[in-house]
DNA sequence: GTTGCGTTTATTTTT
DNA sequence: TAAACGCAAC
């Protein structure tokens, strides 16, 4: 660990040792390395205890990375008990401990978004007296909201007195309680009853307090008013709290972050020591005249500028393109040009966009050019429905009162327990006020089903009852997994149920691969279990297993496609930020709703210090849209850069056999015969 | 319970 | 344009 290598700022950073301190940390400007360090400091200059240390951070990308970089750093030996973290995992954890003092069982279902629509949607065709079609998943927005702000379901008050907010009043106080007769809590709720955990016992909260000396959070301009809670009962009195962030790259402010927890620390936190670090070592001169000239048109910030010691380096280029087709054209060209002038591997390219839907037009050509790429985001594994289904068996056997999953697959596959069953033992729970499994169990005494239902019923029960215990007894859970869904037929009702055989042969992988995750998370656990892996299913704690996860593994050399804010805390020498059009950025939305358009320059702003080298920004000047011809307007953003970083070009369309399009024919010939040859 | 057809509706970002 | 939904007919 050499402090030498540090600037002045860093290494104040990586000093200070007690008190709060704030650190405004610009893109590029060696943030994670100065985390680390002051890791490595405590532990090994300060004589800190690796249990004392907790650090904080909002994706587990980061968490991993962070710990990886720490154990090179100190020594794999001097981490053990260190406890480097997601905000969501951390509370898991802490709720895995001590939730049944809330009243809720340790074997507790995580509900994610999907799931609690499903339950909302259930719940509002209770409430629904006008026969009115609502959008449950804007009510599921709106409970999110409330539990991101800590207001609690008897505290949610109707302020604007639209319909929506009425009808989420009514539905938030049966949500809670509906989630809490499955024991069952949401991705919010991991948070707040952790807060509230903390708050109605004082024990649990000293327990912590005990044990978490050093506390360090990562992106502290995303934190909500809940995670801001919680970090400041866990510093306590003693307020060795850390916090790292930069409020220009707050871009999640429709999660409910708070920009105010980052700009009011000195005040939440009086005596904090400011520490900024703006010398960035990521951009060129040029690429960071734009990103400050951009970001200085926003009013609420901390005022600061990034520099650097390093060269200009090129102009940025602007590309003006015909329509979305020949914006992915002049990627392509751009890429093969740059990797071949410069040496470059497709790994070093990124292309960047506001929304996912974006990302199709670049997806094929880059398929018809036989370019390999990742692409990340988008439709998540885990959101498949024939993954769904097999997690929620996997959940209901864990923890049977969660109707959700219950009810999900309580006939799927069929197995003769059709709507008029299921409405009757629905029935039969409600009206006895028994959970629904206990019912199943006890098909036999509802006089209205017939002996075919009651049959089928106890059947189910009986399967899973099964299951159950081979699950607990086994350490083989991936094998139980894989014959647990050969017996319940999930793939052959997959092929029945899908008509395009490609796409049923395509989800019964899916399916596979959640046994397959299930077999590297047994690889990696010390102590697996069943509702481990569901924990880290839901946390999306894992690489995302999909059909390219082997190759993937091998770091394989492909250019990047994801979201812009999806890039955070990423940098690649080459960064295409495309679509750089109104309403796409800023988006649409964000204008019609007069909101926040400086959240939308934050984004652009992030976009652009991604880029280590060359910045390529590209618009259409006219987009099809619903199958329509749509014109496009340049981005306002666009105007803030300054005329003379930029190299202005318009893309000709389709030139006949330029020199530009023969190189790249030239080199999708040889891709090509690199690919036979097996490169 | 399923299939097929016509109609509607899109509209952001993610732990 | 495309996917998702609802409704009617099997």
Same mark, same amino acid.
């Given at each position: 660990?050499?402090?030498?290598?540090?600037?002045?700022?860093?290494?104040?950073?990586?000093?200070?040792?007690?008190?709060?301190?704030?650190?405004?940390?610009?893109?590029?400007?060696?943030?994670?390395?100065?985390?680390?360090?002051?890791?490595?400091?405590?532990?090994?200059?300060?004589?800190?205890?690796?249990?004392?240390?907790?650090?904080?951070?909002?994706? #587990?990308?980061?968490?991993?990375?962070?710990?990886?970089?720490?154990?090179?750093?100190?020594?794999? *030996?001097?981490? *053990?008990?260190?406890?480097?973290?997601?905000?969501?995992?951390?509370?898991?954890?802490?709720?895995?401990?001590?939730?049944?003092?809330?009243?809720?069982?340790?074997?507790?279902?995580?509900?994610?978004?999907?799931?609690?629509?499903?339950?909302?949607?259930?719940?509002?065709?209770?409430?629904?007296?006008?026969?009115?079609?609502?959008?449950?998943?804007?009510?599921?927005?709106?409970?999110?909201?409330?539990?991101? +702000?800590?207001?609690?379901?008897?505290?949610?008050?109707?302020?604007?007195?639209?319909?929506?907010?009425?009808?989420?009043?009514?539905?938030?106080?049966?949500?809670?309680?509906?989630?809490?007769?499955?024991?069952?809590?949401?991705?919010?709720?991991?948070?707040?009853?952790?807060?509230?955990?903390?708050?109605?016992?004082?024990?649990?909260?000293?327990?912590?307090?005990?044990?978490? *000396?050093?506390?360090?959070?990562?992106?502290?301009?995303?934190?909500?008013?809940?995670?801001?809670?919680?970090?400041?009962?866990?510093?306590?009195?003693?307020?060795?709290?850390?916090?790292?962030?930069?409020?220009?790259?707050?871009?999640?402010?429709?999660?409910?972050?708070?920009?105010?927890?980052?700009?009011?620390?000195?005040?939440?936190?009086?005596?904090?020591?400011?520490?900024? %670090?703006?010398? #960035?070592?990521?951009?060129?001169?040029?690429?960071?005249?734009?990103?400050?000239?951009?970001?200085?048109?926003?009013?609420?910030?901390?005022?600061?500028?990034?520099?650097?010691?390093?060269?200009?380096?090129?102009?940025?280029? %602007?590309?003006?393109?015909?329509?979305?087709?020949?914006?992915?054209?002049?990627?392509?060209?751009?890429?093969?040009?740059?990797?071949? +002038?410069?040496?470059?591997?497709? +790994?070093?390219?990124?292309?960047?966009?506001?929304?996912?839907?974006?990302?199709?037009?670049?997806?094929?050509?880059?398929?018809?050019?036989?370019?390999?790429?990742?692409?990340?985001?988008?439709?998540?594994?885990?959101?498949?429905?024939?993954?769904?289904?097999?997690?929620?068996?996997?959940?209901?056997?864990? #923890?049977?009162?969660?109707?959700?999953?219950?009810?999900?697959?309580?006939?799927?596959?069929?197995?003769?327990?059709?709507?008029?069953?299921?409405?009757?033992?629905?029935?039969?729970?409600?009206?006895?006020?028994?959970?629904?499994?206990?019912?199943?169990?006890?098909?036999?005494?509802?006089?209205?089903?017939?002996?075919?239902?009651?049959?089928?019923?106890?059947?189910?029960?009986?399967?899973?009852?099964?299951?159950?215990?081979?699950?607990?007894?086994?350490?083989?859970?991936?094998?139980?997994? *894989?014959?647990?869904?050969?017996?319940?037929?999930?793939?052959?009702?997959?092929?029945?149920?899908?008509?395009?055989?490609?796409?049923?042969?395509?989800?019964?992988?899916?399916?596979?691969?959640?046994?397959?995750?299930?077999?590297?998370?047994?690889? +990696?656990?010390?102590?697996?279990?069943?509702?481990?892996?569901?924990?880290?299913?839901?946390?999306?704690?894992?690489?995302?297993?999909?059909?390219?996860?082997?190759?993937?593994?091998?770091?394989?050399?492909?250019?990047?496609?994801?979201?812009?804010?999806?890039?955070?805390?990423?940098?690649?020498?080459?960064?295409?930020?495309?679509?750089?059009?109104?309403?796409?950025?800023?988006?649409?939305?964000?204008?019609?709703?007069?909101?926040?358009?400086?959240?939308?320059?934050?984004?652009?702003?992030?976009?652009?210090?991604?880029?280590?080298?060359?910045?390529?920004?590209?618009?259409?000047?006219?987009?099809?849209?619903?199958?329509? %011809?749509?014109?496009?307007?340049?981005?306002?953003?666009?105007?803030?850069?300054?005329?003379?970083?930029?190299?202005?070009?318009?893309?000709?369309?389709?030139?006949?056999?330029?020199?530009?399009?023969?190189?790249?024919?030239?080199?999708?010939?040889?891709?090509?015969?690199?690919?036979?040859?097996?490169?």
């Amino acid at each position: 660990m050499d402090l030498t290598t540090l600037n002045q700022e860093q290494l104040a950073a990586v000093r200070h040792a007690d008190g709060p301190l704030l650190l405004l940390a610009g893109a590029g400007s060696g943030k994670t390395r100065v985390i680390t360090f002051r890791i490595g400091y405590l532990i090994r200059q300060r004589g800190v205890l690796p249990a004392q240390l907790l650090a904080v951070t909002f994706t #587990n990308k980061a968490a991993k990375e962070m710990k990886e970089r720490v154990e090179e750093l100190v020594g794999k *030996r001097q981490c *053990r008990g260190m406890i480097i973290s997601t905000f969501h995992s951390l509370c898991v954890r802490i709720l895995k401990e001590d939730i049944e003092r809330l009243g809720y069982k340790k074997n507790f279902s995580i509900y994610g978004t999907a799931d609690q629509v499903r339950l909302i949607k259930d719940l509002m065709q209770a409430v629904n007296v006008d026969g009115k079609k609502y959008d449950a998943e804007r009510i599921q927005w709106m409970i999110s909201d409330a539990k991101n +702000r800590l207001i609690p379901p008897e505290s949610y008050t109707v302020r604007y007195q639209d319909e929506y907010e009425y009808l989420a009043a009514e539905v938030y106080p049966k949500y809670q309680k509906a989630l809490k007769a499955f024991n069952a809590i949401d991705f919010d709720d991991i948070i707040m009853l952790t807060v509230r955990l903390f708050r109605e016992h004082p024990d649990v909260l000293e327990k912590y307090q005990q044990r978490f *000396r050093y506390l360090m959070v990562d992106e502290y301009q995303d934190t909500n008013a809940a995670q801001y809670l919680l970090l400041r009962s866990l510093a306590g009195e003693r307020r060795n709290l850390c916090v790292v962030g930069d409020d220009d790259q707050s871009i999640y402010g429709w999660r409910g972050a708070d920009l105010g927890n980052i700009l009011d620390f000195e005040k939440d936190f009086p005596g904090a020591a400011v520490i900024r %670090l703006e010398q #960035n070592y990521r951009s060129t001169g040029n690429i960071l005249a734009a990103a400050n000239a951009v970001i200085g048109n926003n009013r609420q910030r901390k005022e600061k500028a990034l520099w650097t010691s390093g060269d200009k380096g090129r102009p940025i280029e %602007l590309v003006r393109c015909m329509d979305e087709e020949d914006e992915a054209r002049v990627v392509m060209e751009r890429i093969h040009a740059e990797r071949f +002038r410069h040496e470059l591997q497709y +790994r070093e390219f990124a292309i960047l966009y506001r929304t996912n839907v974006q990302s199709r037009a670049f997806e094929e050509q880059l398929r018809y050019e036989n370019i390999p790429y990742v692409l990340i985001g988008g439709q998540q594994f885990f959101d498949r429905k024939e993954v769904k289904d097999a997690v929620a068996y996997l959940k209901v056997l864990v #923890n049977r009162r969660d109707e959700v999953n219950l009810l999900r697959i309580l006939n799927y596959p069929k197995r003769g327990i059709g709507e008029t069953t299921a409405d009757r033992l629905i029935r039969a729970s409600a009206e006895g006020e028994r959970p629904l499994w206990e019912v199943l169990c006890a098909a036999g005494e509802i006089e209205d089903l017939g002996e075919k239902a009651q049959e089928a019923v106890s059947g189910f029960v009986a399967l899973m009852e099964r299951y159950a215990q081979r699950f607990a007894r086994t350490p083989n859970l991936a094998d139980t997994a *894989r014959e647990f869904f050969a017996e319940i037929k999930l793939e052959d009702e997959i092929y029945r149920g899908t008509d395009d055989p490609k796409k049923a042969r395509r989800r019964v992988e899916n399916l596979e691969e959640v046994v397959n995750a299930m077999a590297s998370y047994l690889e +990696r656990e010390e102590k697996p279990s069943l509702s481990g892996f569901l924990e880290k299913v839901s946390l999306l704690d894992e690489d995302r297993p999909d059909r390219d996860s082997k190759e993937k593994k091998l770091e394989r050399d492909a250019v990047t496609l994801m979201s812009l804010h999806s890039s955070k805390g990423l940098e690649y020498p080459v960064v295409f930020m495309v679509g750089m059009e109104e309403e796409f950025l800023p988006h649409k939305n964000v204008l019609n709703q007069g909101a926040d358009v400086e959240e939308e320059r934050r984004l652009c702003y992030v976009g652009i210090t991604r880029a280590q080298r060359q910045l390529v920004l590209t618009g259409a000047a006219q987009r099809k849209k619903y199958g329509q %011809l749509q014109p496009r307007i340049p981005s306002r953003f666009l105007q803030e850069i300054p005329g003379e970083l930029l190299d202005s070009q318009t893309s000709e369309g389709r030139p006949p056999a330029s020199e530009e399009e023969q190189e790249t024919m030239a080199n999708n010939f040889f891709s090509g015969i690199r690919a036979m040859l097996g490169d």
